[in-house]
């Protein structure tokens, strides 16, 4: 099966500091990417799409490479509520009707 | 809009045992998936059903995992005998689609303890 593969972390970093989450993908035939933030024994929560553009929500700025088949995600101006675990997820068109691939996830402590 | 709901929430059996989860997902939701997440590790894919028939359980132990959904509804998911390596949490996600550009809505999950 497909893979999805992310630094491992952990990430701690002090507030207000940039930090950028890199992923990269096995299945070069992917057409959807996503990052998703899981809380501490919480269920995953989308955070947003991922397009080949590039594109930015706020402090969060996501960026594919399909050449390299790689995904990043930069968050400016960290904030203590941004601690988490962000999963990179990439759709698995192998497969039937696009199953979702996870990455083991990054965790991101930032701190005070 | 009321969430993807999942029941029970924690659930301690011994090895051997059975045990049973159950799904709502948020009305209107075609697609529903059952993923297992091992503690440190990503959610993993066990078996998508697309109204109440079956997509993908290739990632599924068929020789100890069951799952349905009868009615296109809600689901459950069956585990008998559980074994040691089955502690992780199981997650139900609900899709409006499975095709192109989607969000997946995650329940709470059941936190499952094998000893």
């Known amino acids: 099966r497909k893979e999805v593969e992310q630094d491992p972390g952990p990430f701690n970093v002090p507030e207000g500091a940039t930090v950028a989450f890199n992923c990269t993908y096995s299945?070069?035939?992917?057409?959807?990417f996503f990052w998703y933030r899981q809380d501490c024994r919480k269920e995953p929560k989308l955070l947003m799409s991922?397009?080949?553009s590039g594109n930015e929500d706020g402090r969060f700025t996501a960026q594919l490479n399909r050449a390299s088949q790689y995904i990043s995600l930069l968050i400016r101006d960290s904030k203590l509520s941004d601690s988490a675990t962000y999963l990179c997820?990439?759709?698995?068109?192998?497969?039937?009707?696009?199953?979702?691939?996870f990455g083991k996830g990054t965790k991101l402590s930032v701190k005070p | 809009e009321a969430g993807v709901a999942q029941s029970p929430r924690y659930k301690i059996i011994e090895k051997r045992q059975s045990v049973a989860f159950w799904c709502n997902p948020i009305?209107?939701?075609?697609?529903l998936y059952w993923y297992q997440q091992i503690l440190g590790q990503g959610p993993k894919l066990l078996i998508q059903?697309?109204?109440?028939?079956?997509?993908?359980d290739s990632q599924l132990p068929k020789d100890r995992f069951s799952a349905e959904r009868l009615k296109g509804v809600d689901s459950t998911l069956k585990i008998q005998p559980a074994k040691l390596e089955d502690s992780a949490v199981y997650l139900c996600?609900?899709?409006?689609?499975?095709?192109?550009?989607?969000?997946?809505?995650f329940g709470p999950g059941t936190r499952l303890t094998v000893t």
């Open positions: 996600a609900s899709s409006q689609t499975s095709v192109g550009t989607y969000e997946q809505y």
């Open positions: 299945n070069s035939a992917s057409q959807s």
């Open positions: 991922v397009y080949s």
């Open positions: 997820v990439v759709n698995d068109y192998g497969g039937s009707q696009g199953n979702l691939i």
């Open positions: 009305s209107g939701h075609a697609t």
């Open positions: 059903f697309q109204n109440n028939g079956v997509v993908d």
